[in-house]
């Protein structure tokens, strides 16, 4: 592998560990708040996610595909806690007032 392809990887990866970083600094709320469980079924979820998409991309595009299963496991992810953290949290403030 040449310089050229190593940074087209890189360039991808940074584009998931860009849309990542957005939820990096939050993403322990659950533990916070006294609910491991969930914290726990969130990273499950994206370590199940990440090999998937890892599966698909690889077989067709080899180590590009590494990068962009990883990637699109990240962005996805976003979505994943957005959706657990308003169910579990949002929602049950709003109950509690």
Request: glycine share 4%; charged share 10%; proline share 2%.
């Amino acid at each position: 592998m040449n310089f050229e392809e190593s940074a087209i990887i890189l360039i991808i990866l940074s584009l998931g560990i860009l849309f990542y970083s957005l939820i990096i600094p939050i993403e322990n709320i659950f533990a916070q708040i006294n609910k491991p469980n969930i914290q726990s079924l969130y990273m499950s979820s994206l370590f199940v996610l990440n090999v998937f998409f890892n599966i698909i991309f690889i077989r067709k595009y080899g180590v590009y595909g590494a990068a962009i299963g990883t990637s699109c496991s990240y962005l996805i992810s976003i979505f994943i806690f957005y959706i657990i953290l308003k169910k579990n949290f949002i929602t049950n403030n709003l109950k509690n007032e």
